[in-house]
């Protein structure tokens, strides 16, 4: 079945439907939350929030074939959330943990999510659509609500930050 067929049966209540989406779209949604994040548990956090929301408000969705945008959109909302939050806490830098990495999958690596954390919210999420959730330049402007265009330049910018910091980092590792 596909995901435009479980929707439409998610929102006549078929909790079983809206499971196989979460199935599909955990680990997307998962690596989305945690790159924005970069904490494992807030990362969790917000994901389990999202998809509870998400079961409660699929009724609302007009455009079934829209799911993961509309998902995404939710759980950039929650780790939105999670950082006003935690804005007056002292972050403790954190090793993500194991599992972590095996839910992001094999193409991340500590070096490459600590760069990924440097970068200001506004690259980080764009970074975070459209590599770790996959989603288009305009599927990405819809989720944020921004054009296309500023998508696209906080892209490049976002890249070229990560080269800057994957270089400093190559050139640590080599010294070692």
Not at 137 to 161: C, F, H, Q, W, Y
Request: include cysteine.
């Amino acid at each position: 079945m596909d995901d435009m067929m479980l929707v439409q049966s998610a929102q006549k209540g078929n909790e079983r439907a809206f499971a196989a989406l979460v199935r599909r779209n955990e680990r997307r949604m998962y690596a989305t939350a945690y790159a924005i994040l970069g904490s494992s548990w807030d990362a969790s956090d917000a994901c389990q929030d999202a998809f509870l929301e998400a079961w409660t408000k699929i009724g609302a969705l007009r455009d079934p074939s829209s799911f993961a945008q509309w998902m995404a959109r939710i759980v950039v909302n929650k780790c939105h959330s999670a950082r006003r939050k935690t804005k007056r806490l002292v972050v403790v830098d954190e090793v993500p943990e194991r599992e972590a990495h095996e839910v992001i999958g094999p193409e991340t690596s500590l070096v490459l999510i600590e760069a990924v954390r440097r970068l200001d919210s506004d690259h980080r999420a764009v970074v975070a659509l459209r590599y770790f959730a996959d989603l288009k330049v305009d599927e990405i402007a819809e989720v944020l609500r921004i054009p296309a265009g500023t998508v696209k330049s906080r892209i490049n910018r976002a890249m070229a930050r990560l080269k800057e910091l994957l270089a400093t980092a190559d050139m640590e590792v080599s010294s070692r």
